[in-house]
Nanobody, 119 residues
Framework: QVQLVESGGGLVQPGGSLRVSCAAS????????MGWYRRAPGKQRELVATMISGGSTNYADSVKGRFAISRDNTKNTVYLQMNSLKPEDTAVYYCNARRERVLYTSNYWGQGTQVTVSS
């Protein structure tokens, strides 16, 4: 049974920092591209950042230079360090694990963690 469990969300003031974590189980973690997505109120879910096992990363333009994704393959955990937070970063943040194979793709989601940026 695959589980992705996010933690670390909360309320932070504009300009502040927050780190969210996602602990994975039930998958061979190092085989998966790990990512963070978010859904703001009234908007569709959007990509925030992804990281392959080898370390290459991809970021949404809106978070480049402010957010950093990292992973620890020994702990089966992916992190998202968020700095210089803005009110528009307020959203539910979802962890994603994805592995593309020849015949099918495995794609898993966490339950989400709320991040609220407000004074």
């Amino acid at each position: 049974q695959v589980q992705l469990v996010e933690s670390g969300g909360g309320l932070v003031q504009p300009g502040g920092s927050l780190r969210v974590s996602c602990a994975a189980s039930g998958i061979t973690f190092s085989d998966y591209t790990m990512g963070w997505y978010r859904r703001a109120p009234g908007k569709q879910r959007e990509l925030v950042a992804t990281m392959i096992s080898g370390g290459s990363t991809n970021y949404a333009d809106s978070v480049k230079g402010r957010f950093a994704i990292s992973r620890d393959n020994t702990k089966n955990t992916v992190y998202l360090q968020m700095n210089s937070l803005k009110p528009e970063d307020t959203a539910v943040y979802y962890c994603n694990a994805r592995r593309e194979r020849v015949l099918y793709t495995s794609n898993y989601w966490g339950q989400g963690t709320q991040v609220t940026v407000s004074s």
